[in-house]
């Protein structure tokens, strides 16, 4: 029987193995190679357009059904449901509104139900990014129905759904990975963002936050060049004004109304907790109705139309509501009906399952919030320089970050569509502030907790990979024991028991002395004939090999890939240098996480006293 340490003396490399590294990849070829981000940039690119006409038509189509229904007019102008003189009638609307969205989802699609970004995020993580693709023709629809008969909700969910859907029909359509399909979902959903509000930057954070889970240059580049072609279209079809234009330049803030910000954006944390759980205490109240599902939303519409009658500002859209408290002039009277009303009609209308979405009535409400919070402030410290429409900017972006925890598009978002630079460090402070709050009293988001429910885990951090961070060479035990092909397994067991190593990978070379592959103890002790040849034992079984360069990620990739549970470890002039097995990989993971939440003192102060004490006292 032959055998050494690989440290004394290199086994030669066996044709296989060299035509394995010369003739395939050490490491498998992940998706993310160049030329597919390439190709999957140019395609988000082109249904970024597509996103952007359709987000045009939307708009439209909403305009078209409020004028029908409110005014008894054909025409695709702006208007609001708050200027109708219908007297009660204006009831009925939102209800008949309702029962077509409940008749489209009974025999359409029950997926246009719904908030829009739960559901992207829901076929991202459990679905392989596979969206129905009728859903990208029903949810701008129905949407347009129930926004257009006066459901309190914006524009923006349902093209985000759609922009989604269809950007996952295209990811099934062709031969795709799952991971760019998700890229191709993301780029259409916040391309759709991009060209309601003008806010590039803002739908690639949206992105990042609530759809992709990752940052990585083979998501973010086709996602950013849609969101870029998204603002364009945005500049092209519905002008270059900011969204929601503040009259007047908003100052700096003072140091002093800094922290009335920050105190702000605390309550609102506390706030966006309670309105998450009243609009999922209304749902589950829909729930419990002996009712059949299709009909929720018309109950839920007249709700909406009950509220629309007594304060008519909360029908519809509500964008001109939202630049309205932005002003600061509004009556504080105005501002709490509206931020009350408007809670009661959106968190009715959404619980009962209609087609809506959530960002523009969050941005309403946390806008009132706002509002009266900073009035509250100028009340009780007169002295204390308070900007009004910053305060209702604070609180519109803080309640959002809240409910969300997507703190940073929240930020961001406030920048871009009111272009107002010096808000940044009082939303900071703000929308940071409820974000902690919210992380801290509740589970799941307003975005999370319906699929929370269903038993979807959604990703919330952003973690360094121990499995990246580490090489293959820095965890392999370098030193390997060779065993002879052509010995029996009593005469391997006799040989281990007399060389007393602790080894338990070896590689097996033949009588040549070139390799024939890698075998483990636990292999050998499991073989059904006690008496084989070793050569028996290795009998169809794979081997594959990886530099001492590559990543922990690239070794597992190619474990699966080869279906192999070890590697050997092959120096750039193609010697075996060691074996690396799965419980070295167990081994680093652990190192890792101990790493991260291991808490260990460096420097005692106790015992750097005691040592100056001692040195004093030797010196004198």
Known sequence: MHHHHIGQEPIPISTSLRQFLNGEPLIPKRTGSKKRILYIAMLAVGLAGGVALIARLLVGLINLVTNLSFFGRWSLAESSPADATLGLWVIALPAVGGIIVGLMAFYGSKAIRGHGIPEAMEQILVNKSRIKPIIAFLKPLSAAISIGTGGPFGAEGPIIATGGALGSTIGQILTISDSERKTLLAAGATAGMATIFGTPLAAIFLAIELLLFEFSARSIIPVALACVTGAAGHHLLFGTDPVFAVSEIIPEASNAALLAYSAIGLLIGVLSVAITKLVYFIEDGFEKLPL????WPALGGLAVGLIGYVSPKTLGVGYRNITDILSGTMPVSLVLSLCLFKLLSWSISLGSGTSGGTLAPLLTIGGAIGALAGHAVE????????????????????????????????????????????????????????????????????????????????????????????????VSIPGTVMLTATSTLPEVYQYLRDLATKSQRFVVVDSHQQVSGLVSLSTLVAHPDQEALLSDVLAGSRYASISPGSSLQAAVDLMTSQQVDMLAVVSADNQIVSILDYDQLFSAYQAGQDEQNHRKKHISVRRSLRKRVIAYRRAN
């Open 292 to 295: 059949h599902w299709m009909w």
């Open 379 to 474: 009340l009780v410290f007169p002295g204390l320089d308070i900007n009004l429409p910053l305060a209702a900017l604070v609180g519109m972006s803080a309640l959002f970050a809240g409910a969300s925890r997507a703190v940073l598009t929240s930020i961001v978002f406030a920048l871009e569509t009111t272009r107002q630079t010096n808000s940044l460090l009082p939303l900071l402070a703000a929308c940071v502030g409820s974000y902690s709050i919210s992380f801290l009293l509740m589970e799941n988001t307003i975005m999370t907790e319906k699929i929370a429910r269903r038993g979807t885990k959604t990703p919330d951090s952003y973690e360094p990979d121990w499995l990246e961070k580490w090489t293959v060479g820095e």
